[in-house]
């Protein structure tokens, strides 16, 4: 149904990647939708680093993945790829809301080497026949596409996508040089964007309202803020059960600031594609400015 690409120009420092793995939680978790999460990266990267998941088998390297893009691509190549497969190779999460899908194997330097132009087509093009099926088995995808300039298959989501949510940082030195320069990859041109400023500090002067007039940012700006929580969340593959203890309760009153700025995200990206609402409001739309 929609597609929100999650996407920063800063090679670090935004916050994009956890936002990219908390984000279809909360949507999971509070809009009546089936989620999925992928990303542009390999197996083991990116996003998928916020999950734990069971030790591979020692004899993975010679046995085929039977879940993740490589299954898909098999799938892709003998003319059997479906919405419905999509679902099949992914990871559950929570049950019949939320799906992971796993990126392809790392591959050495030498594979990358001898084969570079070509499995960058061929992956930009496999990731393309998948969110279009991802579109109609699930109602949002939400995909990691990077940080940085973007490569191939992370420009392939972000030309899929409906909305594209834009990772920045309070480091006006680094976003003179990507924003004013108009370095933005030509892909988010004319596309629907949503500014989240990562780490955010509320008592910096570099506050949300002043960065949206320095920039000329027409769009909204949310701010969320650092957590030691989810930091330590990350670190030990427990960004699940962090965002849940997160959310307080069914009745949101011991919501934690970390939920309530991923909540509003969530709740502007809904706005935006027009998801139905199926939890209480933490609070309604607010700009931690």
């Not at 920045?168 to 629907?192: A, F, G, I, T, Y």
């Not at 909204?220 to 203890?245: C, E, F, H, K």
């Amino acid at each position: 149904m929609s597609l929100i690409a999650v996407w920063s120009p800063l090679s670090s420092g935004s916050g994009s990647t956890m936002l990219a793995s908390s984000l279809p939680i909360v949507l999971a978790m509070e809009y009546q939708v089936k989620v999925l999460i992928s990303h542009g990266g390999c197996a083991g990267e990116r996003v998928e680093q916020a999950f734990a998941f069971k030790q591979e088998s020692l004899d993975y390297i010679t046995a085929f993945q039977d879940t993740g893009m490589d299954a898909l691509e098999r799938l892709k190549i003998s003319g059997r790829l479906n919405p419905e497969n999509v679902r099949n190779y992914t990871l559950p999460l929570l049950s019949d809301r939320l799906d992971l899908l796993r990126g392809p194997k790392l591959y050495t330097a030498q594979e990358i080497e001898t084969e570079r132009m070509k499995e960058k087509e061929a992956h930009a093009n496999l990731m393309s026949s998948v969110l279009e099926s991802s579109k109609r088995s699930y109602d949002v995808t939400v995909a990691d596409a990077g940080n940085g300039v973007p490569g191939a298959v992370d420009r392939a989501i972000l030309q899929a996508a409906d909305l594209v949510v834009v990772g920045l940082s309070q480091n006006l030195h680094k976003l003179e040089k990507e924003l004013e320069q108009q370095r933005l990859p030509h892909e988010l041109r004319d596309k629907p964007c949503l500014y989240m400023i990562g780490r955010y500090d509320r008592e910096s002067n570099c506050t949300l309202q002043n960065m949206k007039r320095r920039f000329g940012l027409k769009t909204m700006v949310l701010g969320v803020p650092y957590s030691s929580g989810m930091t330590d969340a990350w670190n030990t593959r427990s960004v699940m059960s962090y965002i849940q203890r997160s959310r307080g309760g069914t009745d949101a009153k011991r919501v934690n600031s970390m939920y309530y700025a991923i909540r509003n995200v969530a709740d502007a990206a809904a706005e935006h594609l027009g998801l139905p609402t199926g939890g209480s409001k933490a609070g309604g739309l607010h700009a931690l400015g």
